[in-house]
């Protein structure tokens, strides 16, 4: 069974989640067995069969869903399309996505609860329900692929739409590749990439990070709190790897990503130089020529910060 697909795993605190990136080595599956473009595993059920509503947005996004009314649709389908235009001024990507990727179609999969998700959602998509929800890449390299996004509804909200989006869009837009061969530690389920993990600096903070940043704006009471109360020192956050927790993976990654973007422009913009060619280990050896230069400024601005 191939493994190979970029994923985010979403853990149930506000609009966080986890991600990893690599190059594309794989070839797709290409068979009526599975269940839809972008879909890895053989489907036991019809997915419309709990997902009975569709909706598709515009030629980029579209909801499968269990129960959402018409305004939430019409709601999530406002917020995507508002927040592919922030990203896309933010990057100035021109709307150019990075070679060999034809992910064209995301669509987010929605259950009613939670309690939903756990029930179905493992069995429709293969994936593990002791999450918030789960962004799936697929195989960008492949035409007939599709990106999914699976999660479901809390309160009035879809939970964390604005932050998964955001994965979408930077690994069409910003970092080459699918999932197994790129800047990560995780090897397990439902990829199982192989080991060891590539040597640190990771992309972790950066997609986690951004993907933060895009959803949240300069309105993110934890990541605020937590500056205040804590020191880290900006060379630290680059060394973010998937296992070291809330705080330091979302919360501090937010704050990295923020201060790259809105003081050191320009770096940004040459590590992406890289990232988006998939040249990782330029990336790397840039990240790490940073050293330890930007700490004291980093402090300063977090002292600084409302």
């Known amino acids: 069974m191939p493994k190979h697909v970029r994923r985010s795993l979403s853990v149930a ?25 972008g879909d890895w595993r053989p489907a036991p059920a019809p997915i419309d069969s709990v997902l009975v509503n569709y909706h598709q947005c515009n030629e980029a996004w ?12 019409a709601d999530a ?19 150019q996505p990075v070679a060999h990727d034809h992910n064209q179609f995301m669509v987010a999969n929605i259950y009613a609860s939670a309690e939903e998700y756990q029930r179905h959602a493992g069995k429709d998509f293969g994936i593990d329900t002791d999450n918030g929800g789960m962004y799936l890449e697929g195989y960008p390299d492949w035409h007939k692929n599709s990106a999914n996004f699976i999660a479901y509804q809390r ?68 990541a605020l709190a937590l500056a205040g109360r804590e020191q880290l020192p900006l060379s630290e ?47 790397q050896a840039l990240v790490k020529g940073w050293g330890t230069s930007m700490d004291a400024e980093f402090a300063r601005w977090l002292s600084a910060l409302d």
């Open 237 to 283: 956050v680059f060394n973010n790897t998937t296992e070291r927790g809330t705080d330091r993976v979302y919360r501090w990654g937010y704050l990295a990503v923020r201060f790259m973007i809105e003081q050191q422009p320009e770096k940004v913009e040459q590590m992406l130089s890289f990232t988006r060619k998939g040249d990782f280990a330029r990336y």
């Open 77 to 95: 389908c406002q917020l995507m399309a508002k927040n592919e235009t922030l990203f896309h001024q933010l990057f100035n990507t021109q709307r």
């Open 13 to 37: 605190v506000s609009f966080v989640g986890v991600s990893f990136f690599s190059a594309c080595t794989h070839s797709p599956p290409d068979s009526p067995d599975y269940a839809f473009p």
């Open 62 to 73: 579209a909801i499968r869903h269990q129960s959402l009314s018409e305004q939430q649709v």
């Open 155 to 222: 309160g009035d909200t879809i939970w964390n739409l604005r932050h998964e989006m955001v994965h979408y869009l930077d690994g069409r837009f910003n970092v080459y590749g699918d999932f197994c061969a790129g800047l990560h530690n995780n090897h397990a389920a439902p990829e199982y990439c192989p080991q060891p993990a590539p040597l640190l600096p990771h992309l972790t903070w950066w997609t986690e990070g951004v993907a933060e940043y895009v959803a949240n704006g300069t309105h993110n009471p934890g």
